[in-house]
């Protein structure tokens, strides 16, 4: 059974940093792909960030050169670390996983989501 875990959100003024977690168990594929989601009040659920477990990341335009995807000790371990953060990135944000990497930005395509962890941002 597939699990992902998030942690590390919180309340941070604008211009502050957050390093959000995601630990996922019970993968069993040999190409996979872990991203970042989030949601925000009344929006849909979108993509922010993905890393193929092979190394290639993925990056939405609007975060580019403020977040980064990066891969923990284990193989199976994400980092999102947010800097410059502004009040519209506050949303519920979200760990997935999928088979393979192609559609990484789609959130469509993943099947196994952890359970969300608040970002708010705001002085």
């Known amino acids: 059974q597939v699990q992902l875990v998030e942690s590390g959100g919180g309340l941070v003024q604008p211009g502050g940093s957050l390093r959000l977690s995601c630990t996922a168990s019970?993968?069993?594929?040999?190409?996979?792909?872990l991203g970042w989601f989030r949601q925000a009040p009344g929006k849909e659920r979108e993509f922010v960030a993905a890393?193929?477990?092979?190394?290639?990341?993925f990056t939405t335009d609007s975060v580019k050169g403020r977040f980064t995807i990066s891969r923990g000790n284990a193989a199976n371990r994400v980092y999102l670390q947010m800097n410059s953060l502004k009040p519209e990135d506050t949303a519920v944000y979200y760990c997935a996983a999928k088979a393979g990497y192609y559609s990484a930005t789609d959130v469509k395509q993943y099947y196994y989501w952890g359970q969300g962890t608040q970002v708010t941002v705001s002085s």
């Open positions: 019970g993968l069993s594929f040999n190409s996979y792909t």
């Open positions: 890393r193929w477990s092979a190394g290639t990341t």
